[in-house]
């Protein structure tokens, strides 16, 4: 069955409707800031959760889960509202209650197993999703948030497609873990978002939208490769000695955050770890992962190479945003070097530079990118113009596993087909837990045959 799944029959589509809040919104607009702005040209966010089948009929799923986002959407008005653009050229999201789309699809001819055991992530997950290929900038008359519930024979999926200029990981997740506490019963939220609109990043400044609206910047078509590769917490643990040039040694007392080193569910290294030069988990993983995609490419010696990171500024601004302010708060930082220093240098070298650039993106920092946005409006360039970039999204600080709507944690997390082009990495959480760490890594079909074949990266991958 798993050798045929990519041959597999598409969803077939059992009922669509719209879901309304269960309360009126008195949200006023909220203007589009200069991190929500360049995401108008990225696709929504299409991630989601799998999960075993419940313990009870579909019909009674499909009517609760309505009932359920009908009261999230009340603590989340944007979601369930429209784009408008006023006489300035000013972008906002009008809380109008115009809803949100509810889709339910059957697809019991796929079993978890099919989703599950393949190496690389199979095509048929990409319709597990909605609004496939959508731009944020259609938020101005399509749903800003879709819902898609499809049934597998021996368990279900709930996908959501957010539009990515109304938010972003956090905000994304705060809300999917707020959907499933109010299925599963929950009376009081855990989680109240915050909906300020007061910081630096509202700016005067006008993005200009060509005739015809916008594109994504990269190659949808692109042949692609996709495959999660898991980091279990002992190879982590190894890998970090190794950068750190320190003797590994399982005391089995290690804290998860420590070992991530990572902070507000972004790539902030602990203060502790800047102090004595300490290169952190997550910098070891990725500088492996840059090391390894960098020679699988081929690249000339002298090729500049280009790893980004997509970091929260949130606890970055002075004064402080909310951590669970709602939209948009984050920034791309780049780091350069070439194929060769990358490959010649040892991997803590290439750490440090990560290191070097994360730690610096402070408060002035922040103000500085906002400040040469705003000289120069423009959409986010996403892709990987020159052959040699990777781009590191989302965080396996995001609390994904935590989705439990009344019969049980995920098995999985999966995305769609959404902003994915070569060299497109995003880390997730581990389902065991723990500092766990699984890379969802997006690349051309030969640089992946190429990373698969390198001892040096797939000796720690689980």
């Not at 409707?17 to 929500?36: A, F, H, I, M, Y």
């Not at 999960?51 to 309505?66: N, Q, V």
């Not at 439990?404 to 070569?422: H, Q």
């Not at 698969?452 to 990266?457: K, W």
């Amino acid at each position: 069955m798993v050798a045929a799944s990519s041959a597999l029959s598409a969803p077939a589509l059992v009922s669509k409707c719209t879901v309304l809040p269960e309360q009126k919104s008195n949200l006023g607009d909220l203007k589009l800031s200069v991190s929500d702005l360049p995401m108008l040209s990225c696709h929504y966010i299409q991630k989601g959760c799998l999960f075993t089948r419940p313990p009870f009929p579909i019909d009674y799923l499909i009517s609760l889960l309505k009932k359920s986002l009908s009261q999230t959407l009340s603590h989340f008005p944007p979601l369930a509202g429209r784009f408008t653009t006023d006489s300035d050229g000013y972008i906002y999201i009008t809380s109008n209650d115009a809803g949100v789309d509810f889709i339910h699809k059957n697809a019991t001819v796929w079993s978890v197993r099919d989703v599950l055991s393949p190496v690389h992530v199979p095509e048929n997950v990409k319709s597990f999703f909605a609004l496939d290929r959508t731009v944020s900038y259609d938020g101005h008359y399509k749903p800003i948030l879709t819902v898609q519930v499809t049934e597998l024979a021996d368990g279900v999926f709930i996908g959501c497609a957010m539009n990515h200029a109304v938010a972003d990981g956090t905000s994304f997740w705060n809300f999917f873990n707020t959907f499933a506490e109010l299925t599963k019963g929950i009376k009081k939220i855990s989680k109240q978002p915050e909906f300020s609109r007061d910081s630096v990043l509202v700016s005067p400044a006008v993005l200009m939208i060509p005739d015809g609206g916008l594109k994504v910047t990269f190659d949808e078509n692109e042949p692609l490769s996709e495959r999660i590769f898991s980091f279990s917490r002992e190879s982590i643990l190894k890998l970090k000695a190794r950068v750190n040039n320190n003797k590994w040694i399982d005391n089995g007392h290690v804290d998860a955050v420590e070992l991530l080193g990572k902070q507000s569910n972004d790539t902030y290294w602990l203060k502790k770890a800047e102090s004595n030069g300490e290169i952190s988990s997550f910098q070891s993983l990725s500088t492996l992962l840059w090391r390894s995609v960098t020679r699988a490419r081929k690249l000339h010696v002298n090729k500049m190479t280009t790893f980004r990171m997509a970091v929260n500024c949130r606890h970055r601004l002075n004064p402080k945003l909310d951590p669970l302010y709602f939209g948009n708060a984050i920034q791309s930082i780049p780091t350069y070097a070439s194929a060769g220093d990358v490959l010649s240098k040892d991997l803590r070298w290439c750490a440090e530079q990560l290191n070097k650039n994360v730690n610096a993106h402070d408060d002035k920092t922040v103000r500085r990118f906002v400040e040469d946005w705003e000289s120069n409006p423009r959409v986010f360039p996403l892709g990987n113009f020159d052959g040699a970039s990777i781009t590191m999204g989302s965080s396996p600080r995001f609390p994904m596993y935590d989705n439990d709507f009344g019969w049980g944690r995920p098995l999985a997390v999966r995305s769609g087909k959404a902003n994915k082009f070569d060299g497109k990495i995003s880390a997730f959480p581990g389902r065991e837990g723990g500092g766990t760490v699984d890379l969802e890594v997006v690349l051309a079909p030969e640089t992946m045959a190429g990373i698969e074949s390198d001892h040096e990266f797939m000796q720690y991958v689980s």
